[in-house]
């Protein structure tokens, strides 16, 4: 299984950047792809998720309304679109692929969730 991530760089506030993961070699169904950032000294935490089988989509609060999570399951691609960005949003971005997608159970948005794990993209939101 193989996640890389491209489409990050140097944006100013209040631009957008719209983020790509394409997914390679995964044979399960029900999986989920999900979106993690982590600035320097803090620990990754959780953007966005959705599901293979259903679409359906979650998000952080920090980001709600302001990034959009969507895929192409043809392409086995995952996109996050950035909008109204903000210099907190700087951070590594990775994605992610839960292989077993339990909504009911799993922290949606918890590392701990994920088995497979791309190289991650800088973002940098300048004020």
């Known amino acids: 299984v193989q996640l890389v991530e491209s489409g990050g760089g140097l944006v100013q506030a209040g631009g957008s950047l719209r983020l790509t993961c394409t997914v390679s070699?995964?044979?399960?169904?029900?999986?989920?792809i999900g979106w993690f950032r982590q600035a320097p000294g803090t620990e990754r935490d959780g953007v966005s998720c959705?599901?293979?089988?259903?679409?359906?989509?979650y998000y952080a609060d920090s980001v709600k309304g302001r990034f959009t999570i969507s895929s192409d399951n043809a392409k086995k691609t995952v996109y996050l679109q950035m909008n109204n960005m903000k210099p907190e949003d700087t951070a590594v971005y990775y994605c992610a692929a839960d292989e077993l997608f339990q909504p009911w159970s799993d922290n949606v948005l918890g590392e701990d969730s994920y088995e497979y794990w791309g190289q991650g993209t800088q973002v940098t939101v300048s004020s």
């Open positions: 070699g995964f044979t399960f169904d029900d999986y989920a």
């Open positions: 959705i599901s293979r089988s259903d679409g359906s989509t």
